[in-house]
């Protein structure tokens, strides 16, 4: 069998764990080839690709970022993107494509599927951990760990000062990072996308807290969470060059107001791309490992239309649609029933 494989969207750590696994299972267990499309779809319609083995792939497990080379955009911008990719397929003599993505790159791939029958095949990816139809992406673990990490630094400078740090962490629609590294973090206020805040609210509870006789807090701020309507005032959003809206300031925007309305000295940090470079965490690796072994398994058995994915810890395929044009938000049970405990 021949396999294409793409790495698709912004990347995310264990990329390179799930291209070895599939390399690895496809070579040396039923001596496939694998051929790797650089830069993502661009790479399948101009046909630039890296041809993968075991042996190209040696050191790549711990390894961030994608020996593909990854970026967003798909065929269906251009006018004869779906053709072009088409026929690579067919001049290449491939079987089907493997796509690693997230959410915009599996709903390309489920449109390229269901409406152009190329028989594509998506792996899960993303740090935000927003795709439906799996209990979890790829590379959330180790973003969760790297946001834990800074916070656990910034409690100790907060508390030497006497001060408000608030921590901007990636979540473009879904808190899921920030969740999470605020609960392991300790932190005092977490904001999300799924629920607007209200700022007079979250300066009242850090009021509270500081009356209690706790001089320095944390907040943590998903990139996506917006203030309730009519509550503050952000400036417009501006878009890149693929119509996404450019996240990344929201915690500047919350660290000065929660210092205007309270008095406290407040610091704001960006953890921003950090949380996305640099190795894979233990979890992280291993799921990469069990999704590329089953998405060469899905392959073989043809089950083109489909994503691997997990659920009750077991890896199985399921509808490539359960996933596409969704997203997956966080389940408000763990905020309010356990998060919330925590909070100021
Ligand atoms: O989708 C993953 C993500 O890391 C988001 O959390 C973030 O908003 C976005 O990618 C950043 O994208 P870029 O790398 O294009 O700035």
Known sequence: MRVGVLTGGGDCP?????????????????????????????????????????????????????????????????????????????????????????????????????????????????????????????GFNTAVQIATDAIDRLHTTAESHDRVMVVEVMGRHSGWIATHAGLAGGAAVVLIPERPFDIAEVCERLTRRHARGRFASIVVVAEGATPAEGTLAVPDQTHDEY??????????????????????????????????????????????????????????????????????????????SDAAGQTRTVDLDLVTDVAEIFFA
């Open 243 to 320: 119509g996404h809206v450019r996240l990344g300031g929201i915690g500047s925007i919350v660290a000065a107001e929660i210092g205007v309305r309270t008095g406290f000295e407040t610091r704001p940090v960006l953890l921003g791309h950090v949380q996305r470079g640099g190795t894979p965490t233990a979890f992280d690796r291993v799921l990469s490992t069990r999704f590329g072994v089953a998405a060469l398994d899905a392959a073989r058995r043809a089950e083109w239309g489909s994503m691997v994915a997990l659920r009750n810890n077991v890896i199985k395929a399921v509808p490539l």
């Open 14 to 138: 264990g990329l390179n764990a799930v291209i070895r696994a599939i390399v690895r299972k496809g070579e040396r267990v039923f001596g496939d080839e694998i051929i790797g499309f650089v830069d993502a779809w661009e790479g399948v319609m101009e046909r630039r690709t890296l041809p993968l083995t075991v042996e190209t792939m040696r050191g790549t497990l711990p390894r961030g970022g994608t020996v593909l080379g990854t970026k967003r955009g798909s065929p269906l911008d251009t006018p004869d993107g779906v053709d072009r990719v088409r026929e690579t397929i067919s001049d290449m003599g491939i079987d089907g494509l493997i796509v690693i993505g997230g959410n915009g790159s599996l709903t390309v791939g489920e449109i390229l599927f269901r409406e152009h029958g190329i028989p594509i095949l998506g792996v899960p990816k993303t740090i935000d951990n927003d795709i439906e139809g799996t209990d979890l992406t790829f």
